[in-house]
């Protein structure tokens, strides 16, 4: 049998471990194209297979049978076209796309194109959503879900302020980015819906110029502040371990902006929104997003006519109240090791999707995405016009 071969486009930390999973699994691929602004992560990635600088380059110069689209949000919507114009598989990053007229172009290329589609939406693969959405039935009837993203602070002021995700011109609107696969997941544990009313609330608060200091500066080498403001980047940077992260994926400090006062960056998304949905006049759910949590981790309350889960990532559990005896039991799930390690499970069902057309559809293909991401977009929408949408 001959090798499938596979083309990645972006080639950065996501990219990179996407296909990192390919040799780890028993199928026979071949990544033989990779295309990647930074010349240095092609040949990082794939020192043997072909290299471009561009995703047009890619399809006109490259031969291959399936491609992985791992690019910046804002940049998923045209080789994802390109793809699909040619028939090709393809498993992308999530979200599917970041605009709502890019899913339109993308609905009306499903009209024609044949193209295998998976999204990645991590959470539907994890073990502990999958215990948690295994144990719903147990509530009968869900009348309200609560479901909380904490950002850790650190976390949120390196990848979200001096960060590419902090700026809705490099990259997108933060909600769209952070909270596509949350909002996916929690529609996966509910009948599928009709009709819905959302309204949002969010705002850019504590980063901005005049929450910083007194007397500090723009950057942090030259402020009196550096060793005792917790966003330092001479103690959370410099001096600290450099295998480790946040250092580990951080650029040069004098010369970039994880060098620059966090209160000082050119960030525009929002640190905290909120969202509350009505589905089918019956069942709210409402979800916040906050980069102010002092730890990272998710936390989902589902409440049903029968009982009652409390889901906590950050302790590692999920516990569950009956009503009807009062019962309540508690169940401790692992601790999620390594960096994603669902990936390897998205892959494996990727390619078995390919090369065994009789296997089951993957858990999020492209009508499944643009389903759940419309409620995303129009979330968003809600937080940008202040007005209640109904859909």
Not at 61 to 89: K, Q, S
Not at 205 to 210: A, G, I, K, S
Request: with cysteine; aromatic share 8%; net charge neutral.
């Amino acid at each position: 049998m001959n090798k499938l071969r596979i083309a990645v486009i972006g080639a950065g930390t996501r990219g990179r471990h996407l296909a990192e999973m390919l040799p780890k699994l028993p199928y026979s691929t071949e990544i033989t194209a990779v295309c990647d602004i930074v010349p240095e992560r092609c040949a990082a990635l794939a020192p043997g297979a072909k290299h471009f600088s561009s995703y047009a380059g890619l399809f006109s110069g490259a031969g291959f049978d399936a491609v992985i689209i791992a690019t910046l949000d804002c940049c998923h919507t045209e080789p994802l076209l390109a793809a699909m114009a040619r028939d090709l598989p393809v498993l992308i990053e999530k979200p599917l796309t970041d605009k709502p007229a890019d899913a339109e172009k993308i609905r009306r290329a499903l009209e024609t194109s044949k193209s295998r589609i998976a999204v990645c939406h991590t959470l539907r693969f994890l073990p502990a959503y999958k215990q948690l959405k295994r144990m719903v039935p147990l509530l009968g009837e869900v009348f309200h879900i609560a479901h909380e993203e904490a950002i850790g602070n650190i976390r949120f002021a390196h990848n979200y302020v001096r960060g590419q995700w902090g700026s809705t011109a490099r990259n997108t609107h933060l909600f769209i980015h952070k909270c596509c696969h949350d909002v996916d997941y929690i529609l996966s544990l509910l009948p599928e819906f009709s009709f819905y009313e959302v309204s949002s609330m969010g705002a850019r608060t504590f980063f901005r110029p005049e929450n910083a200091p007194e007397n500090s500066t723009k950057r942090c080498h030259d402020c009196p502040h550096n060793r005792t403001c917790r966003f330092s980047a001479v103690t959370l940077y410099d001096e600290a371990d450099k295998t480790r992260w946040p250092t580990s994926t951080a650029s040069d400090t004098r010369t970039t902006l994880y060098g620059q006062c966090v209160f000082r960056c050119p960030n525009d998304v929002v640190d905290h929104q909120t969202a509350q949905l009505l589905i089918d006049g019956q069942t709210t759910f409402a979800i916040s997003l906050s980069g102010f949590s002092a730890e990272n981790g998710r936390r989902t309350r589902i409440q049903g006519a029968l009982g009652e889960l409390f889901f906590d990532e950050p302790a590692r559990t999920i516990r569950h109240r009956d009503f009807d005896s009062g019962q309540v039991t508690t169940h401790p799930f692992p601790e999620q090791q390594g960096y994603h390690p669902e990936d390897e499970d998205i892959v494996r069902e990727w390619l078995k999707n390919i090369l065994h057309p009789a296997h089951p559809p993957v858990t999020v293909d492209v009508r499944e995405a643009l389903r759940t991401l419309k409620v995303v977009f129009d979330i968003e929408a809600a937080r940008q016009t202040g007005n209640v949408i109904h859909s």
